[in-house]
Each structure stands twice: as C-alpha cells, then as structure tokens.
C-alpha cells in the first residue's frame, strides 16, 4: 500500500511515540516506588524510637517485598502489551510503502491510465531518437 499523503505513516509514528512514551510512565512508576520504600527506610531509622519490635520489623519488610513483587509483576504485564501493540503497529508500519511506486510499477499505471483515455497511447519506454 502506498502512502503518498503520509498519513498513515504519521499515525503509525503517533501510536509508538504514544507506546513509548507509556513504556517511560511504567519506568517511572517502579522508581518512585524504589525512591518511596528507600524514603520510607530512611525516615524510620531517624524517627523509629522502638516503633516496631524486631517480629514487626521483620513482618514490615516482608510486606514490602510482597507488594514490590506484586508491583513488579503487573508492570512487567503492562510491559509486555505494550511490547507487543508497538511491534503491531511496526509491523503494519512496514507494509506502509512511503514513497513513489517503484518505476515498473509506475510505468504499468501510467499505461493503464492512458488506456483509460479516449486515445490509445503506446505503452513502455518510447523509442530511442
């Protein structure tokens, strides 16, 4: 398919900017919450003054683990969709023709057009002079 007007070239090129720029937001989403169990560390050890026994502290950690797994599973998911919806759309992107046909080609509609006129027109490469 050919794509003189680019615009479906353009609309491939929108969705994996839009694609990418998803790819950053999940990036993004696992190092806040690497940066907020890092903060929240550091405000317990200045702060803590016995507010959790070693049992509670132990028990803290594991549920942090535990959310940072399920954390981790769900933007792996989110990952691997939008892996799989950019190579689509690349996919579609490549059988997107962005130039003019090839010159057989163009000479073959050249042809049918003038077929198509009122005067039969030869066809292929005139004559050498």
């Known amino acids: 398919m050919f794509d003189e007007s680019f615009q479906q070239s353009s609309l491939y090129f929108t969705i994996l900017e839009i694609l990418r720029i998803c790819w950053d937001w999940v990036d993004d989403v696992v190092k806040d919450w690497e940066a ?5 560390l550091r405000d317990i050890e200045l702060n803590h003054n016995g507010i959790f026994s070693e049992a509670e502290w132990r028990a803290v ?11 981790q599973r769900r933007t792996d998911n989110i990952r691997a969709r939008i892996k799989r919806q ?11 023709i962005t130039s003019t046909p090839p010159p057989r080609l163009q000479q ?12 039969p027109l030869p066809c292929g490469k005139p004559p050498r002079g």
């Open 108 to 119: 073959t509609e050249d042809c049918l057009r003038r077929s198509s006129s009122s005067m």
């Open 86 to 96: 950019a190579e689509e759309v690349k996919s579609l992107r490549d059988g997107v």
């Open 61 to 71: 950690e594991a549920n942090w683990e535990a959310a940072t797994r399920i954390m």
């Open 36 to 40: 907020l169990h890092e903060q929240w």
